[in-house]
């Protein structure tokens, strides 16, 4: 289940560290509308939040637009925020209790998993059945600033480099990957395929979702052609690649997949599954030559996004590609000093199209998050922007 942090973090205090050193991680300090205190906190189980009670004074708004007026339940108007005394979190390592819990009323809202799509909504039509609309169930999709992709790790000997040969077999790799069979068979359709790493609805994202010159698969004939040009027709004189991701969730599944995409121009993968932290540390330690993860935009401008194949952000930073392109790199440090205009959307579609060129990934996809509403639960309007939300909830 995806969560969210529920009381606003502000800057780092020293005496707090001090005080409460190597367990300042489980006690957040904060101004926010919730606190968590000692034994609150249950790692992988659950978090209960309770009403701050020196929160600043702030009052529940007048909604602004009629969309927003139908949200809200009119006698919180006016109120004190937060409503409610607690909110409680809990953290589900499978889908199944999260969507019986729900089912049961037991739980406020609740994400969609993929598996149980079809028992909320129409697979034809992506409308939410009648019989939960029936129920009083309400539904909110999300579009995400989502970056679903695989890396190369650009230090590699045989995956990274930037010689023609060597950018031929990743695009060769790139190529053999079917995104729409992926979008159907875990995502029911639903997400967008794009080119470039700028998720839609940012300024750079390119138009109707594609680029002239890219390299997203499918294209089985193309791929098997620049893997021959890069010295490997067939597969032939290829080891099996290491390919590291987490475990969890449709993992296994998904690395089938990967391996039969890859099968079909003889490339032949070494799946590495691990927890996620054992993972992200090989990968920060540039130990994966290939591996793969979702990106979530820490804030709604591309220029996140491009920090991410900046070349001093290498591994253990967010630049887990470890690539290097010093025009790139010029450009970026252009960017981060411009206001947001044409001319910096230009600057950042020239750097998207020269990573597409180098392939240190290929991608990309971007999720909808689906939020099912209890009726019992007021006043919801999720976003996964900024996390204050909470403070307006309210229970019949």
């Known amino acids: ?15 707090s560290v001090e005080k409460y050193g190597s367990k300042f991680a489980v006690h957040p300090v904060g101004t926010g509308p919730f606190i968590v205190r000692e034994g609150d906190w249950v790692r992988g189980q ?7 009670p020196n929160y600043h004074e702030q009052y529940f708004p007048q909604p602004e637009t009629p969309e927003d007026a139908a949200l809200v339940r009119p006698e919180d108007i006016g109120r004190r925020l937060p409503l409610v005394d607690r909110v409680v979190t809990t953290f589900y390592n499978e889908s199944q209790p999260m969507w019986l819990e ?45 970056f679903i992709f695989y890396g190369f790790n650009m230090e590699d000997e045989v995956l990274g480099g930037y010689s023609e040969k060597q950018k031929k077999l990743r695009k060769a ?21 794009y080119d470039g790493m700028i998720p839609p609805g940012l300024a750079g994202h390119p138009e109707g979702h594609n680029v002239e010159n890219s390299y997203r698969g499918p294209d089985v004939q193309r ?17 099996p690649i290491d390919y590291y991701t987490a475990r969890g969730g449709d993992s296994l599944e998904l690395v089938e997949m990967t391996v039969k995409h890859l099968s079909r121009i ?26 793969s993860f979702a990106w979530g935009s820490d804030y709604p401008d591309a220029e996140n996004n491009l920090a991410l194949f900046y070349g001093p952000n290498e591994s253990p930073g967010a630049n887990h590609f470890n690539y290097k392109n010093a025009d790139y790199d010029a450009l970026y440090e252009k960017i981060r000093k411009m206001q947001p205009g044409p001319e910096r959307t230009k600057i950042y579609e020239q750097m998207r199209d020269i990573v597409l060129e180098d392939c240190p990934y290929l991608g990309s996809m971007a999720r909808i998050r689906q939020y099912l509403i209890n009726p019992k639960l007021k006043n919801m309007k999720a976003t996964e922007d900024f996390s204050n939300w909470y403070k307006y909830l309210n229970v019949e």
């Open 266 to 291: 003889g490339i032949r993968l070494n799946p590495r599954l691990d927890d996620f932290s054992a993972f992200i540390e090989e990968v920060n330690k540039k130990k994966a030559p290939m591996f």
């Open 1 to 15: 289940m995806w969560t969210l942090a529920m009381f606003q973090m502000s800057i780092v205090p020293r005496e």
């Open 173 to 193: 790799i790139s190529l053999a990957i079917d995104w729409p069979e992926r979008n159907y068979k875990f995502y029911n359709e639903i997400c967008t395929i």
């Open 46 to 52: 659950k978090m209960t939040m309770n009403r701050n």
């Open 223 to 239: 791929a098997k052609k620049l893997l021959a040009e890069a010295g490997y027709p067939g597969g032939k004189g290829l080891d």
């Open 102 to 146: 729900f089912r049961s009323g037991r739980l406020g809202f609740a994400t969609v998993p993929g598996q149980y799509y079809q028992e909320a909504f129409n697979a034809r039509t992506k409308k939410l059945r009648p019989d939960l609309a029936d129920e009083g169930i309400t539904y909110q999709p999300i579009n995400l600033l989502d």
